[in-house]
């Protein structure tokens, strides 16, 4: 797989912008080509989260992409830029190759007018300026109105994460404040317009402001994904001896006991390629669950009957569909990870962290 380093450039200058011939003021319109195109990288992508039709949280709680109020204040920036450069800390990863993901930039602009047609409303003009507000009574609101959804620390949950840097720099304090008072039609976030006051209101969307994670980011080290001869780990080693939970599934402690004891066997990571690059089990593969073409790396994979493990992030959807790619392709000798990584993680089995190092960053401004 041909996979591109991550551009610093790139990630600071946030440069997606509308390719040639699609001006925003002309109202941007796609070919019939390039729609299918769009229509067709979504359910490669997308869909697996955020769902055939759009309607959100179907895995990781993903939020709905049907919503008129998230159309109507969030494309193209808001929508792109998360697409993009995904939600650290999130399990939605970065989308934009220059980070790590598979979308070219006219393929993130088509994606995005693509998603925006699907919406019948008309867009909303919401302002760049910051709002004033208490940020004392905010944290109040929050905890009363907000917490149960979307965490004590905003960290997520049912509702969207928004104690997150990613969201919060690249969103105004309007699309804010416009999602607080009108909600998210067609999910569990309803509008707040007539329950909470002004004040109320521009309390917590300053609170919430507050939350960033400040003007620095870590960025991963890249690294390659390990050759063909090296995707076989501990190659002398005998087969594991899985008791698979529904014939599927190995449990963390049965798959960290392997590694401890060097188990033969393959593990593939089916995460986007980004997230395997930042943190991954040791001596996996990355095999994206979006990758079309399985027969190219199934055939580096050993045909011998080795144990071959799929993981995905939480917890197992991307794996089990990779699992039925390889199964179709005659692999029989293959496990799912019940737990997933973040279970992985959680139980405090070992990962390997990309070297990071802190980077300035400047404020966002929308591009011209």
């Given at each position: 797989?041909?996979?591109?380093?991550?551009?610093?450039?790139?990630?600071?200058?946030?440069?997606?912008?509308?390719?040639?011939?699609?001006?925003?003021?002309?109202?941007?319109?796609?070919?019939?080509?390039?729609?299918?195109?769009?229509?067709?990288?979504?359910?490669?992508?997308?869909?697996?989260?955020?769902?055939?039709?759009?309607?959100?949280?179907?895995?990781?709680?993903?939020?709905?992409?049907?919503?008129?109020?998230?159309?109507?204040?969030?494309?193209?920036?808001?929508?792109?830029y998360a697409t993009a450069?995904?939600?650290?800390?999130?399990?939605?990863?970065?989308?934009?190759?220059?980070?790590?993901?598979?979308?070219?930039?006219?393929?993130?602009?088509?994606?995005?007018?693509?998603?925006?047609?699907?919406?019948?409303?008309?867009?909303?003009?919401?302002?760049?300026?910051?709002?004033?507000?208490?940020?004392?009574?905010?944290?109040?609101?929050?905890?009363?109105?907000?917490?149960?959804?979307?965490?004590?620390?905003?960290?997520?949950?049912?509702?969207?994460?928004?104690?997150?840097?990613?969201m919060l720099a690249f969103?105004?304090?309007?699309?804010?404040?416009?999602?607080?008072?009108?909600?998210?039609?067609?999910?569990?976030?309803?509008g707040f317009a007539d329950?909470?006051?002004?004040?109320?209101?521009?309390?917590?969307?300053?609170?919430?402001?507050?939350?960033?994670?400040?003007?620095?980011?870590?960025?991963?080290?890249?690294?390659?994904?390990?050759?063909?001869?090296?995707?076989?780990?501990?190659?002398?080693?005998?087969?594991?001896?899985?008791?698979?939970?529904?014939?599927?599934?190995?449990?963390?402690?049965?798959?960290?006991?392997?590694?401890?004891?060097?188990?033969?066997?393959?593990?593939?990571?089916?995460?986007?390629?980004?997230?395997?690059?930042?943190?991954?089990?040791?001596?996996?593969?990355?095999?994206?669950?979006?990758?079309?073409?399985?027969?190219?790396?199934?055939?580096?994979?050993?045909?011998?009957?080795?144990?071959?493990?799929?993981?995905?992030?939480?917890?197992?959807?991307?794996?089990?569909?990779?699992?039925?790619?390889?199964?179709?392709?005659?692999?029989?000798?293959?496990?799912?990870?019940?737990?997933?990584?973040?279970?992985?993680?959680?139980?405090?089995?070992?990962?390997?962290?990309?070297?990071?190092?802190?980077?300035?960053?400047?404020?966002?401004?929308?591009?011209?």
């Open positions: 797989m041909n996979i591109k380093k991550a551009s610093l450039a790139a990630i600071v200058s946030l440069c997606i912008v509308p390719v040639s011939g699609f001006a925003q003021s002309e109202g941007p319109q796609l070919t019939d080509e390039e729609a299918e195109k769009a229509a067709s990288q979504y359910q490669q992508y997308c869909a697996l989260c955020h769902g055939d039709d759009r309607q959100g949280h179907v895995n990781d709680h993903a939020p709905s992409l049907k919503s008129k109020s998230l159309m109507a204040t969030g494309f193209p920036w808001a929508v792109m450069y995904g939600r650290a800390g999130t399990p939605m990863a970065p989308f934009f190759e220059e980070v790590g993901g598979p979308l070219s930039r006219e393929d993130m602009w088509h994606m995005g007018v693509w998603l925006r047609q699907q919406v019948d409303v008309e867009d909303v003009e919401l302002s760049r300026e910051p709002i004033k507000g208490d940020i004392t009574l905010g944290e109040q609101v929050y905890a009363r109105e907000c917490s149960e959804c979307h965490g004590d620390q905003g960290e997520g949950g049912k509702g969207t994460a928004l104690a997150n840097h990613a969103t105004s304090d309007e699309f804010l404040k416009y999602a607080i008072l009108n909600g998210r039609d067609g999910t569990e976030m309803v329950k909470l006051s002004e004040d109320e209101v521009d309390g917590v969307t300053a609170f919430i402001r507050s939350r960033s994670m400040g003007w620095t980011l870590e960025k991963a080290v890249y690294r390659e994904p390990p050759p063909a001869d090296k995707y076989v780990m501990n190659p002398d080693g005998d087969a594991p001896d899985f008791e698979l939970k529904d014939d599927m599934y190995v449990m963390s402690a049965d798959l960290d006991r392997a590694f401890r004891e060097g188990r033969r066997m393959v593990l593939l990571d089916t995460r986007n390629m980004a997230l395997w690059q930042a943190a991954n089990i040791e001596g996996s593969v990355p095999l994206p669950y979006y990758y079309e073409d399985i027969d190219e790396l199934a055939e580096d994979l050993p045909t011998d009957g080795t144990m071959i493990v799929t993981y995905c992030e939480c917890p197992r959807a991307a794996a089990e569909s990779v699992n039925r790619k390889l199964t179709a392709k005659g692999f029989e000798n293959t496990a799912v990870l019940w737990e997933g990584m973040q279970g992985w993680i959680a139980l405090g089995y070992p990962i390997v962290m990309g070297q990071t190092e802190e980077v300035a960053v400047a404020p966002v401004h929308e591009p011209e």
